[in-house]
C-alpha cells in the first residue's frame, strides 16, 4: 500500500469535510455560479423583513393622521417606483383586497394593483395618531425559482381600526407574500411580488420550486491550512456585523437627535437630524420619513399660529384703542411689536397711546376718588384748547353723568361721537345714558353701532338684547343672546339671561336648559336654581323644582323668593287640601307630596298626608308623616294626638300614653288628649293612673262644655267606674256608673258593669234589673246575658237563669267568648233544679268545647248526676278527675263511696268513705243532711259498718 498516497486522500477528504462544515458560518469568498446555504438565508431574512418592516409601516404611515394628501401621494408612489424605500416590484404587482372586512378569503376577495389597493386604503380606512394595522406569526417557505429567485411569507393580519363604510369589525386574516429576490453587485434586494389570502394547500413547507442550495466552498490558496481559511472568514464577517452595527448606532442616534429638538421645537434642526437619518436607512424603515413630514407641519403650523397671533394681537389693540382702554392696547400692540419688531408703524402707534394713556389716567384718578367738578373743569380746560379730541368730551360727559347732568353728558357724548365714529366707549356711554332716560330704541341703535365696529363683543350684545326686550323685539333679543353665548360660551351669564327670556315667553324647557348649563359654569349661582326651578314648577315637576329651592336656600334665599315660593306651596297645598276633604285620599297625598316637595319643612302638609293614610288604613306611612309633622314642629299638638291615635290602634298603649300626655301639655285644652292617655293607662291595666286621667276629665267637664259629646262623657265615666271597680272601689264605681247611664241611658255597656258591681256588693236584685237592661239594649252580645243567668242563678231563679244562658249559647255558637262556659252554668242550672240528664249533656259539652271548664265543682257535679240516673261507671269516671289537691275532695270521695255502694261493693264503698272523712269536711250534720246515699241503698246508710265508721272518724 502506497502510505503517501493514502495520507494524501486522508488529508484531502478531512480538508472537504471541515469545509462542509465551516462553510454555513463563513462568507463567500470564492466565486460559485449556484447560490449557498447563507445565500438562502440571506434571502429569506430580507423578505421577512420587506412585510414586517416595508409593508407593514407603509400601511400604518399611509394611515398616519398628521399626514397631508402630498406626503401620503409620495409614499403611495414610492412604494412601487424608484425610490430607496421601494417596497414593491413595479406598479404591475397584484394585491388581492383585504381593505374590505367581509373579504376573508380568496374566495371573497378581489385582485386590484397595487395603487388601487393602496388609493382605497387611503380612502376607506381611518387616520390615527397610533399605530393600527399588526402583523404576527411569520413562517417564511425555503428559497424558490421559477422565472426569478422568490419566498413566499406568511403571516396573520389584524386590522383594528373600522371601515369608514362597511360597519362589520375587522377579523385576522392569513396573508401570504411573494417576495423576489435580485442581486446587484454583491447586495441582494428583495421586493413583493403579490399579497393574497392563504389557501388551503398554501404551506411554507410545500417543496414545490425548491432551489438545491449548495453548502458554502472554501478556495484553498498557496496551501494554507484549513484553520486559518476559516479564521480569515470568521474575521471578515465580524468586520462586517461591527460596520452594521455602527451604521444601525448612527442611524439611531440621529433619531434620537431628532426627536429631542422636535419636542423642544427646534424645527430646523429636527429636519435635519431626520434627514441624515434617512440618508443612512438600509432597514426598509418608513419612520425617518414619517418624521420629516411631521415637522414639516408642524413648522407650517407654527407659522400659520404667529400670523393668526399677529392679526389678533393687532385685532385686540384696535378694539381696546377704540374702547379708549389704552393701557390694554398698549400690552395688545406690544406683543404684536414683539412678532413683527421691525414695523415703525406699530411702535409710532405705541408711542401715541403712551402719551394719551398719561393725560387719561391723571383723570381718570380723579374720576374714580370722585372728584366730578375738577374732572369737569380740568376736561373743560383741555377742550378750549384741543377742541376736536374725542377722547376729551367723553370723558367729561362721564363727569356730567355723575352729577346728575344729563343733556350736558349726552350733549358730550354725541360730539364724541361726531369726532370719532368708532369711540366705542362713548357709544357704550351715550347708550347707558339712554336707557336711563327710557329711551331704549336709541339705546339699541348706539349699541348697534358699537357692534358694526367690534361683534366680538358678546356682554354689548348681551346688554342689546336687555334693550330690545323692553322694545318688544323679542325675536331681536334672542338673536342677541344666541350671539353673545356663541362668542362666549363658558359665560354662564349669558345662559342665565337667554334662559329668563325663555321663561318669559313661556318657553320653559328650554330655560331649564339654559339655566342648567348655566350652573355647569357656576354653580352657586342662587337666582338660577330660582328660575329653574319656577320653570320646572310650570313643568309640573315639582321634584325637581323643590330640589333647586332647596339649594336656593343653601346659597341664601331673598325676601321675594321666600314669598313667592310660600305661593306655590300654598297653591299645591289648598289643592291637595281639596282632595282630601273630597276623600279621594290617593290624589291628596300625590298633591301633598308634591307640596313638601317645594318645601319639605311644612308640618301642616306633612300632618294631612299622615291623616290621608289613616284613611286608607296605612298606618305607617301615616306614623312616618307624623313623625316628620313633629320633627319640623315639635309643639305640633295634634300632630301628636294623631300619632297617639294609630299607637293605640296598634295595642302600643305606652306610646299611646306618652304621646297623648305630650299632646295635653302643649294645648292644655285638648282634653280628648287627656281622655286618650286615661284609655291607654286603662288598655295596660294601670288603673291607678287611668282614674286620675279620668277624674282630671270629671273636674273639668263644666269647662269641657259641649267640646265632648254626651256619648264621650259617658264612656269616659265608665271606664273610669270600671277602673274604680277593678281597684276595689265599688260604691265609687256605681256612682261613675250612674253618671255614664245619666249621659246615654241606652249605655248598655254601662248597665252591664254596673250590674257586676251591684251583684259584687250582694244587690243581685238591682245586678238582675242592670243586666236585663244591658242585654235588652244590646241584644248582640253574648257575655251580657251569662251576666245575667249568672244573677239569676245566685238569686236561685235557675228556670231564668236557664234562658238566659240559652240566649248566651245561641248568640256565641262558634265559642267566641262564653258558649262553654254558659252551657256549664246552664248544668249547673239544671242540676239545682234536679234535672240531672239536661244537667249531664250540658257538663259534658262544655267540657268537650273548652278545656276553661274542666273545674272540680264542675266534675263534682257531673259525677253526683250521673249517680242520680243510676249510670255508675260514669259517675266514678268524673269523680276521680278530682285531686287531693281540690276543695270538694271530701264531697267527691263520699260520692265515689255511694257509688261503690250502688255497685254493691262495700268493702269499696267503706273504704272511700273512711278517705272521705278524713279530709275533714264532712260532718255529721252533712251526713244527716245528705240524701244520696239513702237514695243509693238506705240499708247501707243504716248498716252497723256504716255508723261504727262514722263514729270513728266523724267528730263533729
Same mark, same amino acid.
Given at each position: 500500500?502506497?502510505?503517501?498516497?493514502t495520507?494524501?486522500?486522508?488529508?484531502a477528504?478531512y480538508?472537504?469535510?471541515?469545509i462542509?462544515l465551516?462553510g454555513?458560518?463563513?462568507?463567500?469568498v470564492f466565486?460559485?455560479?449556484s447560490l449557498s446555504?447563507?445565500?438562502?438565508?440571506?434571502?429569506?431574512l430580507?423578505?421577512?423583513r420587506k412585510?414586517?418592516?416595508?409593508l407593514n409601516?407603509l400601511?400604518n404611515t399611509?394611515s398616519f393622521?398628521?399626514?397631508?394628501?402630498?406626503?401620503r401621494?409620495?409614499?403611495?408612489?414610492?412604494?412601487?417606483?424608484?425610490s430607496?424605500?421601494?417596497v414593491?416590484?413595479?406598479d404591475k404587482v397584484i394585491?388581492?383586497?383585504d381593505?374590505?372586512?367581509?373579504?376573508?378569503?380568496g374566495?371573497?376577495?378581489?385582485?386590484?394593483p397595487?395603487?388601487?389597493y393602496l388609493?382605497d386604503?387611503?380612502?376607506?380606512?381611518?387616520?390615527s395618531v397610533d399605530r393600527?394595522?399588526?402583523?404576527t406569526?411569520?413562517d417564511?417557505?425555503a428559497l424558490?425559482k421559477?422565472e426569478?429567485?422568490?419566498v413566499?411569507v406568511?403571516f396573520?393580519s389584524?386590522f383594528?381600526?373600522?371601515?369608514?363604510?362597511?360597519?362589520?369589525?375587522?377579523?385576522q386574516?392569513r396573508?401570504?407574500?411573494e417576495?423576489?429576490a435580485?442581486?446587484?453587485?454583491?447586495?441582494?434586494l428583495?421586493y413583493?411580488?403579490?399579497v393574497?389570502?392563504?389557501?388551503?394547500i398554501?404551506?411554507?413547507k410545500s417543496?414545490?420550486?425548491d432551489?438545491?442550495l449548495?453548502?458554502?466552498?472554501?478556495?484553498?490558496?498557496g496551501g494554507?491550512?484549513?484553520?486559518?481559511?476559516?479564521s480569515?472568514?470568521?474575521n471578515?464577517?465580524?468586520k462586517?456585523?461591527?460596520t452594521e452595527?455602527?451604521?444601525?448606532e448612527?442611524?439611531?442616534?440621529w433619531l434620537?437627535t431628532?426627536?429631542?429638538?422636535?419636542?423642544?421645537r427646534d424645527?430646523d434642526?429636527a429636519l435635519?437630524a431626520?434627514t441624515?437619518a434617512?440618508?443612512r436607512?438600509?432597514?426598509?424603515?418608513l419612520?425617518?420619513r414619517?418624521?420629516?413630514?411631521?415637522?414639516?407641519?408642524a413648522?407650517e403650523k407654527e407659522k400659520q399660529?404667529?400670523?393668526?397671533?399677529?392679526r389678533?394681537?393687532?385685532?385686540k389693540?384696535?378694539?381696546?384703542?377704540?374702547?379708549?382702554?389704552y393701557t390694554e392696547?398698549v400690552?395688545y400692540y406690544?406683543?404684536a411689536?414683539e412678532?413683527?419688531?421691525?414695523s415703525?408703524a406699530?411702535?409710532?402707534?405705541i408711542k401715541?397711546l403712551n402719551?394719551?394713556?398719561?393725560?387719561?389716567?391723571?383723570l381718570?384718578?380723579?374720576?374714580?376718588?370722585g372728584?366730578y367738578?375738577e374732572v369737569?373743569k380740568?376736561?373743560?380746560k383741555i377742550l378750549r384748547?384741543?377742541?376736536?379730541?374725542?377722547?376729551?368730551?367723553?370723558?367729561r360727559?362721564?363727569a356730567y353723568v355723575?352729577t346728575n347732568e344729563s343733556d350736558r353728558?349726552l350733549k358730550?357724548?354725541?360730539?364724541s361721537i361726531?369726532?370719532?365714529?368708532?369711540n366705542?366707549?362713548a357709544l357704550?356711554?351715550?347708550?347707558e345714558l339712554?336707557?336711563?332716560k327710557k329711551?331704549?330704541?336709541?339705546?339699541a341703535a348706539?349699541l348697534?353701532?358699537?357692534l358694526n365696529?367690534?361683534?366680538?363683543?358678546d356682554?354689548?350684545f348681551?346688554?342689546?338684547?336687555?334693550?330690545?326686550?323692553?322694545?318688544?323685539n323679542t325675536?331681536?333679543?334672542?338673536?342677541d343672546?344666541?350671539k353673545?353665548?356663541e362668542?362666549?360660551p363658558?359665560?354662564?351669564g @349669558? %345662559? &342665565?339671561s337667554?334662559?329668563?327670556?325663555?321663561?318669559?315667553?313661556?318657553? +320653559?324647557? !328650554?330655560?331649564v336648559t339654559? /339655566?342648567?348649563?348655566?350652573l355647569k359654569?357656576d354653580?352657586?349661582?342662587s337666582?338660577?336654581?330660582?328660575?329653574?326651578?319656577?320653570?320646572?314648577v310650570?313643568?309640573?315637576?315639582?321634584e325637581?323644582a323643590?330640589?333647586?329651592f332647596?339649594q336656593?336656600?343653601k346659597?341664601?334665599?331673598n325676601?321675594?323668593q321666600?314669598?313667592?315660593?310660600?305661593?306655590?306651596v300654598? @297653591? %299645591? &297645598?289648598?289643592k291637595a287640601f281639596?282632595s282630601?276633604?273630597?276623600?279621594k +285620599?290617593? !290624589?291628596a297625598?300625590k298633591? /301633598?307630596?308634591?307640596?313638601?316637595?317645594?318645601k319639605?319643612?311644612?308640618?301642616?302638609?306633612?300632618y294631612?298626608?299622615?291623616?290621608?293614610?289613616?284613611?286608607l288604613s296605612?298606618?305607617?306611612?301615616?306614623l312616618e308623616?307624623?313623625?316628620r309633622?313633629i320633627?319640623?314642629?315639635?309643639?305640633?299638638?295634634q300632630a301628636?294626638?294623631?300619632?297617639?291615635?294609630?299607637?293605640?290602634?296598634?295595642?302600643?298603649?305606652?306610646?299611646?300614653a306618652?304621646?297623648y300626655r305630650?299632646?295635653?301639655?302643649?294645648?292644655?285644652?285638648n282634653y280628648?288628649?287627656?281622655?286618650g292617655?286615661a284609655?291607654a293607662?286603662?288598655?295596660q291595666?294601670?288603673?291607678?293612673?287611668a282614674i286620675v286621667?279620668y277624674?282630671f276629665i270629671?273636674i273639668?267637664?263644666?269647662?269641657i262644655?259641649k267640646?265632648?259629646?254626651?256619648?264621650?262623657f259617658?264612656?269616659?265615666y265608665?271606664?273610669l267606674g270600671?277602673s274604680l271597680f277593678?281597684?276595689?272601689?265599688?260604691a265609687?264605681?256605681i256612682e261613675?256608673?250612674d253618671r255614664?247611664i245619666?249621659r246615654?241611658?241606652?249605655?248598655s255597656?254601662a248597665y252591664c258593669?254596673r250590674?257586676?258591681?251591684?251583684?259584687k256588693?250582694?244587690?243581685l236584685?238591682r245586678?238582675?234589673?242592670d243586666?236585663?237592661k244591658s242585654?235588652?239594649?244590646?241584644g248582640?252580645?253574648?257575655?251580657?246575658?251569662?251576666f245575667?243567668?249568672?244573677a239569676?242563678?245566685?238569686e236561685?231563679n235557675f228556670?231564668?237563669?236557664?234562658?238566659?244562658?240559652?240566649e248566651a249559647i245561641?248568640l256565641d255558637?262558634d265559642n267566641?267568648?262564653?258558649m262553654?262556659v254558659s252551657k256549664l252554668k246552664r248544668g249547673?242550672c239544671?242540676?239545682?233544679?234536679?234535672q240531672?240528664r239536661?244537667a249531664?249533656?250540658d257538663?259534658e259539652?262544655?267540657f268537650?268545647?273548652?278545656?276553661?271548664?274542666h273545674?272540680?265543682?264542675?266534675?263534682?257535679n257531673?259525677g253526683?248526676?250521673f249517680?242520680?240516673?243510676r249510670q255508675?261507671d260514669r259517675?266514678?269516671k268524673?269523680?276521680s278527675r278530682i285531686?287531693a289537691?281540690?276543695?270538694?275532695k271530701?264531697?267527691?270521695?263520699?260520692g265515689?263511696?255511694?257509688?261503690?255502694v250502688?255497685?254493691?261493693?262495700?268493702?269499696?264503698?267503706?273504704?272511700?268513705?273512711e278517705k272521705?272523712?278524713?279530709?275533714?269536711?264532712?260532718s255529721r250534720a252533712?251526713?244527716?243532711?245528705?240524701?244520696?246515699l239513702?237514695?243509693?241503698?238506705?240499708?247501707?246508710?243504716n248498716?252497723?259498718?256504716?255508723?261504727?265508721l262514722v263514729?270513728?272518724?266523724?267528730?263533729?
Amino acid at each position: 500500500m502506497n502510505t503517501l498516497s493514502t495520507n494524501c486522500k486522508s488529508k484531502a477528504f478531512y480538508s472537504i469535510f471541515l469545509i462542509i462544515l465551516y462553510g454555513f458560518f463563513l462568507p463567500e469568498v470564492f466565486s460559485q455560479d449556484s447560490l449557498s446555504v447563507r445565500e438562502g438565508q440571506e434571502i429569506q431574512l430580507l423578505a421577512r423583513r420587506k412585510v414586517e418592516k416595508g409593508l407593514n409601516d407603509l400601511l400604518n404611515t399611509i394611515s398616519f393622521e398628521d399626514l397631508g394628501d402630498f406626503e401620503r401621494k409620495a409614499l403611495r408612489t414610492d412604494s412601487y417606483g424608484n425610490s430607496v424605500n421601494k417596497v414593491f416590484y413595479n406598479d404591475k404587482v397584484i394585491i388581492e383586497d383585504d381593505i374590505n372586512p367581509e373579504h376573508i378569503s380568496g374566495k371573497t376577495g378581489t385582485d386590484l394593483p397595487i395603487d388601487r389597493y393602496l388609493s382605497d386604503f387611503e380612502l376607506f380606512y381611518p387616520k390615527s395618531v397610533d399605530r393600527t394595522i399588526l402583523f404576527t406569526d411569520f413562517d417564511v417557505s425555503a428559497l424558490k425559482k421559477s422565472e426569478y429567485y422568490y419566498v413566499k411569507v406568511y403571516f396573520k393580519s389584524q386590522f383594528n381600526s373600522r371601515h369608514n363604510q362597511i360597519k362589520i369589525p375587522y377579523g385576522q386574516v392569513r396573508r401570504v407574500a411573494e417576495v423576489r429576490a435580485e442581486k446587484k453587485g454583491k447586495k441582494w434586494l428583495t421586493y413583493i411580488m403579490r399579497v393574497a389570502f392563504v389557501t388551503e394547500i398554501d404551506s411554507a413547507k410545500s417543496p414545490l420550486n425548491d432551489v438545491l442550495l449548495t453548502s458554502d466552498s472554501i478556495a484553498v490558496n498557496g496551501g494554507k491550512q484549513i484553520a486559518e481559511v476559516i479564521s480569515e472568514a470568521e474575521n471578515l464577517r465580524n468586520k462586517e456585523r461591527e460596520t452594521e452595527r455602527k451604521a444601525l448606532e448612527e442611524y439611531n442616534s440621529w433619531l434620537t437627535t431628532g426627536d429631542k429638538a422636535f419636542a423642544s421645537r427646534d424645527y430646523d434642526k429636527a429636519l435635519e437630524a431626520y434627514t441624515e437619518a434617512e440618508k443612512r436607512n438600509d432597514f426598509d424603515d418608513l419612520l425617518p420619513r414619517r418624521k420629516i413630514y411631521q415637522v414639516k407641519r408642524a413648522f407650517e403650523k407654527e407659522k400659520q399660529t404667529q400670523v393668526e397671533l399677529l392679526r389678533e394681537y393687532l385685532a385686540k389693540g384696535s378694539i381696546a384703542q377704540k374702547k379708549r382702554n389704552y393701557t390694554e392696547a398698549v400690552g395688545y400692540y406690544k406683543k404684536a411689536f414683539e412678532l413683527k419688531p421691525d414695523s415703525l408703524a406699530l411702535g409710532a402707534t405705541i408711542k401715541q397711546l403712551n402719551q394719551k394713556s398719561s393725560v387719561k389716567t391723571e383723570l381718570d384718578e380723579k374720576y374714580n376718588s370722585g372728584k366730578y367738578a375738577e374732572v369737569i373743569k380740568d376736561y373743560s380746560k383741555i377742550l378750549r384748547k384741543e377742541k376736536s379730541n374725542s377722547d376729551y368730551y367723553l370723558g367729561r360727559g362721564l363727569a356730567y353723568v355723575m352729577t346728575n347732568e344729563s343733556d350736558r353728558a349726552l350733549k358730550d357724548f354725541t360730539q364724541s361721537i361726531e369726532l370719532d365714529f368708532s369711540n366705542l366707549a362713548a357709544l357704550k356711554a351715550r347708550a347707558e345714558l339712554f336707557a336711563t332716560k327710557k329711551d331704549y330704541p336709541k339705546a339699541a341703535a348706539d349699541l348697534t353701532s358699537y357692534l358694526n365696529i367690534d361683534d366680538s363683543a358678546d356682554d354689548v350684545f348681551a346688554r342689546r338684547a336687555k334693550y330690545r326686550i323692553l322694545t318688544r323685539n323679542t325675536a331681536g333679543a334672542f338673536e342677541d343672546y344666541n350671539k353673545a353665548v356663541e362668542l362666549s360660551p363658558k359665560y354662564p351669564g @349669558h %345662559y &342665565f339671561s337667554r334662559g329668563i327670556l325663555f321663561f318669559q315667553t313661556e318657553n +320653559y324647557p !328650554n330655560a331649564v336648559t339654559d /339655566f342648567s348649563n348655566g350652573l355647569k359654569l357656576d354653580n352657586k349661582h342662587s337666582e338660577s336654581y330660582y328660575n329653574r326651578g319656577l320653570a320646572y314648577v310650570k313643568l309640573s315637576q315639582p321634584e325637581q323644582a323643590g330640589q333647586d329651592f332647596a339649594q336656593l336656600r343653601k346659597l341664601g334665599i331673598n325676601a321675594d323668593q321666600q314669598q313667592q315660593i310660600g305661593l306655590i306651596v300654598n @297653591h %299645591y &297645598f289648598e289643592k291637595a287640601f281639596k282632595s282630601l276633604a273630597d276623600k279621594k +285620599y290617593e !290624589n291628596a297625598i300625590k298633591e /301633598f307630596d308634591e307640596t313638601i316637595f317645594i318645601k319639605p319643612d311644612i308640618s301642616e302638609a306633612w300632618y294631612h298626608r299622615g291623616q290621608s293614610f289613616t284613611a286608607l288604613s296605612d298606618t305607617l306611612a301615616a306614623l312616618e308623616s307624623y313623625d316628620r309633622a313633629i320633627s319640623f314642629r315639635p309643639d305640633y299638638s295634634q300632630a301628636f294626638f294623631e300619632r297617639a291615635q294609630l299607637w293605640f290602634g296598634l295595642g302600643k298603649f305606652e306610646k299611646a300614653a306618652a304621646d297623648y300626655r305630650k299632646s295635653y301639655e302643649i294645648n292644655p285644652l285638648n282634653y280628648l288628649a287627656n281622655a286618650g292617655e286615661a284609655h291607654a293607662y286603662y288598655e295596660q291595666k294601670w288603673f291607678d293612673k287611668a282614674i286620675v286621667s279620668y277624674q282630671f276629665i270629671k273636674i273639668n267637664e263644666k269647662k269641657i262644655g259641649k267640646s265632648f259629646s254626651d256619648s264621650v262623657f259617658a264612656n269616659i265615666y265608665n271606664q273610669l267606674g270600671v277602673s274604680l271597680f277593678l281597684t276595689g272601689q265599688t260604691a265609687k264605681a256605681i256612682e261613675e256608673f250612674d253618671r255614664a247611664i245619666a249621659r246615654n241611658e241606652n249605655f248598655s255597656d254601662a248597665y252591664c258593669n254596673r250590674g257586676k258591681a251591684y251583684e259584687k256588693e250582694n244587690s243581685l236584685r238591682r245586678a238582675v234589673a242592670d243586666f236585663k237592661k244591658s242585654a235588652g239594649l244590646d241584644g248582640k252580645t253574648p257575655i251580657k246575658y251569662q251576666f245575667l243567668g249568672n244573677a239569676q242563678y245566685k238569686e236561685e231563679n235557675f228556670e231564668d237563669a236557664i234562658l238566659s244562658f240559652s240566649e248566651a249559647i245561641k248568640l256565641d255558637a262558634d265559642n267566641r267568648c262564653c258558649m262553654a262556659v254558659s252551657k256549664l252554668k246552664r248544668g249547673d242550672c239544671y242540676y239545682a233544679l234536679k234535672q240531672y240528664r239536661q244537667a249531664t249533656d250540658d257538663y259534658e259539652s262544655a267540657f268537650a268545647i273548652d278545656s276553661v271548664t274542666h273545674i272540680p265543682d264542675a266534675f263534682y257535679n257531673t259525677g253526683i248526676a250521673f249517680l242520680y240516673q243510676r249510670q255508675t261507671d260514669r259517675s266514678i269516671k268524673f269523680l276521680s278527675r278530682i285531686t287531693a289537691k281540690d276543695l270538694v275532695k271530701g264531697q267527691a270521695y263520699y260520692g265515689l263511696a255511694c257509688a261503690y255502694v250502688q255497685q254493691k261493693k262495700p268493702e269499696q264503698a267503706l273504704a272511700w268513705f273512711e278517705k272521705s272523712f278524713q279530709t275533714g269536711t264532712i260532718s255529721r250534720a252533712y251526713i244527716r243532711k245528705d240524701k244520696l246515699l239513702e237514695s243509693v241503698d238506705k240499708a247501707f246508710a243504716n248498716s252497723s259498718a256504716f255508723k261504727e265508721l262514722v263514729n270513728k272518724n266523724v267528730i263533729k
